[in-house]
């Protein structure tokens, strides 16, 4: 699995620009994002930041857990260790 993010505002890539600033403040935030399914463990550590105005991506082949990461997000599932934050 892998999360890329792109400035929202340049996601066209057709014109060249200046160099990227700093990655504005987080709108979401996970770190250590754990979960298990009895002994079997599906995500294990998961971190990163949404900046606030870009497009973020969870990117990965069939069965890579990408629902199961997006639903601890959403709160359909309680991961076993972990820290969400929504910050708006």
């Known amino acids: ?3 890329r ?3 929202a505002e340049r ?3 057709a014109q060249p620009g ?3 600033e ?3 403040a987080p709108v979401i935030s996970l770190r250590g994002v754990s979960k298990r399914f009895g002994s079997h463990q599906v ?3 998961i971190s990163f930041d949404v900046p606030k105005g870009r497009i973020t991506a969870i990117l ?3 069965g890579t857990r990408k629902s199961v ?3 601890n997000l959403i709160g359909l599932l309680q991961p076993e260790e972990s820290e969400i934050c929504s910050i708006t």
């Open 69 to 71: 990461l997006l639903k």
């Open 43 to 45: 995500l294990k550590d």
């Open 60 to 62: 990965g082949p069939s």
């Open 11 to 13: 996601a066209h890539w």
């Open 22 to 24: 700093v990655p504005p």
């Open 5 to 7: 993010t792109i400035n």
């Open 1 to 3: 699995m892998v999360v």
């Open 18 to 20: 200046p160099a990227p």
